[in-house]
């Protein structure tokens, strides 16, 4: 994305840097990140 400054975002920010590189081991996927938060509106859990 153009204009945005990863450094200071992740110091702005360290817990949603933390929580996206804890969800995205390897394996898993933008597909699987899409899935999970539509079961969890559909699902309502």
Do not use: H, K, N
């Not at 920010?13 to 990140?33: H, K, N």
Request: with cysteine.
């Amino acid at each position: 994305m153009e204009g945005l400054d990863g450094d200071a975002f992740a110091a702005a920010f360290p817990t949603v840097i933390a929580g996206v590189s804890e969800y995205f081991q390897p394996g898993r996927t933008v597909g699987d990140l899409f899935r999970d938060c539509l079961e969890e509106i559909v699902g309502g859990t």
